[in-house]
């Protein structure tokens, strides 16, 4: 992957929630929901840039636990690496780039309108809550578009569904 930058997106988990944030900027992607987060930069460790990026935009301290299995192109050379990472310190306020901020019970993670890089992690993030599982799903993930369903079979095909394999 030579020449591709790293995004981290923090799957946040408290008390049995994961917190979404909807973004307000730039306008491509305004009234999206994603995992918060940002780009790494150069000589920074993927958990150091999560722990960074949630005190920036959210004014919380995280903790990361561990990277989700999958990475999902962005726009211009990006690709995005979403991690699990549980609430330290604050409350968490839509500080930079978003509008609102929700947590989320693994019921609800399904129903949310999620940028198209986030989806399959949070399909996975729902999975790890112990709420829906989308081997077994009766609904597809809220997105914009037109609905389709699930793959039948396991776990390995949610995960590159977006991106096909890596």
């Given amino acids: 992957m030579t020449g ?3 995004v981290v997106g923090a799957a946040i988990l408290h008390r049995g929630r994961v917190l979404a944030a909807c973004r307000s900027a ?10 918060p987060g940002g780009k790494v930069e150069p000589g920074e460790s993927e958990s150091a840039a999560l722990v960074r990026e949630c005190h920036e935009e959210l004014g919380a301290t995280v903790r990361p636990v561990r990277r989700l299995p999958g990475a999902w192109p962005l726009a211009r050379g990006y690709v ?9 310190a604050g409350e968490p306020q839509a500080l930079q780039d978003h509008s609102a901020l929700r947590w989320l019970g693994p019921d609800e993670v399904p129903g949310l309108a999620w940028l198209a890089p986030d989806r399959p992690a949070a399909e996975l993030v729902a999975i790890e809550l112990g709420g829906h599982d989308a ?12 609905a389709r369903p699930y793959p039948g079979a396991g776990l390995e095909k949610v995960i590159n569904r977006e991106n096909g394999p890596e």
Wanted: no cysteine.
């Fill in 26 to 35: 730039p306008a491509e992607l305004a009234g999206g929901w994603e995992f």
């Fill in 4 to 6: 591709t930058r790293i």
């Fill in 80 to 88: 995005l690496h979403v991690w699990l990472a549980d609430l330290v």
């Fill in 135 to 146: 081997r077994n799903a009766r609904q597809p993930m809220a997105h914009p578009g037109a």
